[in-house]
């Protein structure tokens, strides 16, 4: 079953990766769903070591997914959400493997203090473009998807390997897909222009986070 899984993400990512490419939002709007559905059975039926908390992770991600196809602020502002619950289940799960006392203490100082100033850099450029509404809640989202990857990356350097890099360079991905998808929604000259960037990082992002925990 895990290949069938499998089968269905790389097909439905595929799909929609095409349907963004050439702008085509009812294509896109029919395969999104079964992209990190197809991953969350993926890990369902190919862990050995189950976690909850990452089940939720996925599960919090699909369900973001499903709310981010539809238009408005209101429920970008609500997929948001979603994302920043699946961070904190993404933060938990990464939490049991990391040993701090294998961490050198400036690492665990500095990380932050990149993601958090690169977190300020990017809304320097977007403050004059979002609604302020949503200016400091899309800060907050991105602030803790910058948490998330600092306790991906901390995670590795508490168990390097290639298990454990390949779940931080995914996060690192889902960070970059989050940058883009603000700048394409809301920076009209900007240098994206559709939503494959977005879905490209944030598809391999995410299989790379399974693939690593798996």
Known sequence: MK??????????TAIHLYASLKEDSRMRNISKPFILLSLLGLYIMAARDMSVLIIFALLFSWIGDLLLIHKGIKWFASGGVMFTI?????????????????????????????????????????????????????????????AMNCFAILRFASNPGP??????????LFFVSDTIQFFVRFKKKSRFKTHFPIMLTYSVGELLIVLGLL
């Open 3 to 12: 290949f069938f899984f499998l089968a269905v993400f790389l097909i439905s």
């Open 163 to 172: 298990a454990t890099i390949v779940t931080a360079l995914g996060a690192v």
């Open 86 to 146: 699946s961070h904190a289940f993404f933060i938990a799960g990464y939490l049991v493997d990391v040993s701090f006392k294998k961490i050198p203490v400036i690492l665990i100082v500095v990380l932050p203090v990149i993601f958090a100033g690169t977190v300020v850099y990017i809304f320097s450029k977007l403050k004059s473009h979002l609604p302020k509404p949503l200016f400091y809640p899309a800060f907050l989202y991105l602030l803790v998807n910058g």
